[in-house]
Each structure stands twice: as structure tokens, then as C-alpha cells.
């Protein structure tokens, strides 16, 4: 907000108000920040780059960086967000219409001309790296959340393809202004409906690959990040971590107590594995009492073993039922590590043996006989490996 009151005060105005783009570009703007189109995750952005071209030369340069703020609190104000910290926020959000005004008060001042592209290349350019660099920072430092890589430059290249339509708009507003808003709404409600269409898309994966009771990675998303991983680790010449966990007696929970506590259990268990581990690891449970861990590189067999240790710690603090009762939660586990000696194959094989070799030390020293378990399994079709035979 200082900085746009840096610039209304210090920048020439560059031209004059043109009323029609800006009444146009303005209505626009404010709702395609309101629709808040959503890449994936907390990376939005709102298709608002057409008219923000427009804005910028339908409004005198030195106004555009406070209706740009205006306008992101109009935003919060419809989402009913009106806290002071929300002021913050759409100050930050706004930086980015300064750089651009900067560049074209210096360089090219007055209305839309096709001859001055080169410095309008510079002048948009200079606003993604503001927008794509300092802002995402800022989202990512300060206030804890921001998109991936991949999710910046897909909203990037979305912004970079809109830039030409509203520049178009800019120069053609004045002699046909039905058509230019006929243009810029087709075009907006287009990508905000292919934006659509990918996020349910992505919702409908993030299903397919996630536990629905847990909601931790499920065995075909625990495969394809080991496999991942072993690339990674490959690559760099590191080792990762790989912990399996099998709870003890939990048939007997369910015979017991009923299937609801059973999943209880399951859903407390998967909370204290992600409470025990690091953001960059990954919680998987592979179906029914069996979970595993891939405890991100670079990390050595010794301190994955400890990190077991810990995870088996937080699972031996008794889970209170809803009778009052305390009932103990215990575990069997294994260890292993993969890397460029180890391939995934191979440490899912080592970790599922020590877990069985375990979960007989355990039955063995309370006097019961270890049951039989199946071995574990990658799908050889999807994966390209074959079935574990410990």
C-alpha cells in the first residue's frame, strides 16, 4: 500500500483516464479475482491479466498500483475477510502492476501502440518476475503457503498468453468497445473453465491415490514415489530411508471392539506417524493394519533406525477409547535403506523380513506362535518388478 502511494505521488501519469476501458477492464478485473480460479493446492490465480492490460492503459500509470489494491480488498470483502491482517495481504498481492507502470512511465508513455512492443515485452516481463519472484516468496516465507514449481509456471504460462488479448483490448476499446468486452469475457470464462475442468481432474487423482479413511498415500501412490525416490536418490548418490510398520493384534481389535474402533485406531495411528515425521517424508498406509514410511534423503541406515525407534515410541502411548478405557497400540517394524547400491525392489524386501523377524521376537517372548504373512508386493505390471518372497 506504500508503494502504491509511493507511485501516485512520484510517477508521471503517462495518459489520461479513458473511460469505457476502464470501467471495462475494472468490472472484469474485480471478477476474475472474485472467481479465484485455483491450479492445485493453496496456487491460485484469478485470469486476470487481459484486464489488467487494459486497466493499465485505460488508467493514468500512477493510479493503476492503488486500484490494484482497491480491488484485491474488494475481493477479500466479498469472501468476507475483513480482518486488518487481510489490509496486509492485499497489499502484498499488489505488488505486481509496479514494475510494469515503472517501465512504461519511463519508456513508453501515452496509449496502446503496436509499434512499442519491445519495450512492452520488458515492461510484462519485469512483471512476472515480480509477480513469479518476490511475491511468491513472500507467500512462501511469510505467510507458510504456496504452490509448486510446476503449479508458478502453469499460472505464469497462463499469464503470458493472456497478455497479447488485453493489449489487443487496449487499442481497440476506444473504436469498438461491445466487441472488446465480448472478447475478453469469452476469452476469461474459456480458461476459467479449462482451469476447472483440470482441478476436478487433479481432485479425482488425488482420490484415486489416497487412502479414504487415512488419507495417506495408498499402495499404488507408496510405489510410484519409492520409485522416485530410488531415482533421485540414484542420481545424486544418496540413500533414503524405508520403514514398514505392522500393528500388532489389530484382527483382534476388530473382533473385539467392532470394525469403527478398528478404524479409530487406524486414523490415530496415522496421525502420530505424520506427527513423528518430517514434511518431506511420506506416511503410506498399504492396506489393512500395514503402513510404511519413506524417510526422504539423505539419510544413513543408523538414523533411520532411529526415526523407527521414535515412530514406535509415539505408537506405544496408549489411544483412549470413548468408554475411558486405555487400550495400547503396538507395532512390529522394519528398516532398510535404498539408494545407488539398493534398489527400491530389494529395501522393500530387507524391511518386510526384519518386520517379520520382529513380529516373531514379539510373539515369541510372549509365548504365542508367529502367524504366517504374506509378503508384500508391487504390481509387476504397473511398476515393472517383481513380487517379494522374503
Known sequence: MIVAVLCLALLPAGHSLEPTGAAIGLSLFIIALTYDVRVTGTWWFGCTEAPFVLLLFSLPLNVVPMVSFLCF???????????????????????????????????????????????????????????????????RRLLGFG???????????????????????????VSAPAGTTAMLVGVIALVALLCAEQRHRLVQTERALRDPLTGLANRGLFAELVEQCEGRCRR??????????????????????????????????ADRLQRATRASDTVARLGGDEFAVILAEPISLDDASAVARKLCQALAEPMTLATGAAL????????????DRVSAVDAI?????????????????????????????LDPRRHGVLPLHP
Open 147 to 173: 504452490g509448486s514449481l510446476r503449479e508458478q509456471v502453469r499460472g505464469s504460462a497462463v499469464d503470458a498468453a493472456l497478455t497479447p488479448v488485453g493489449l489487443m483490448a487496449a487499442i481497440s476499446v
Open 73 to 139: 480488498m474488494v475481493r477479500y470483502f466479498l469472501k468476507r475477510r475483513t480482518r486488518w491482517w487481510w489490509v496486509l495481504r492485499a497489499a502484498a498481492n499488489s505488488w505486481f502492476p509496479v514494475a510494469p507502470v515503472l517501465v512504461l512511465a519511463v519508456a513508453a508513455p501515452g496509449r496502446a501502440e503496436w509499434a512499442h512492443w519491445p519495450i512492452y515485452v520488458a515492461a510484462f516481463l519485469s512483471q512476472f518476475i515480480v509477480h513469479d519472484g518476490l511475491l511468491t516468496a513472500y507467500r
Open 349 to 377: 524386501a530387507q524391511a518386510d523380513a526384519r518386520l517379520y523377524d520382529d513380529k516373531r521376537a514379539r510373539k515369541q517372548s510372549s509365548g504365542s506362535p508367529a502367524a504366517p504373512r504374506a509378503p508384500m508386493e
Open 236 to 269: 545424486q548418490h544418496v540413500q533414503a530411508g524405508l520403514v514398514l510398520l505392522d500393528l500388532d493384534d489389530f484382527k483382534q481389535i476388530n473382533d473385539t471392539l467392532g470394525h469403527q474402533q478398528g478404524d479409530d485406531v487406524l486414523c490415530v495411528v
Open 328 to 339: 495400547p497400540i503396538g507395532a512390529s517394524i522394519g528398516v532398510a535403506v535404498l539408494g
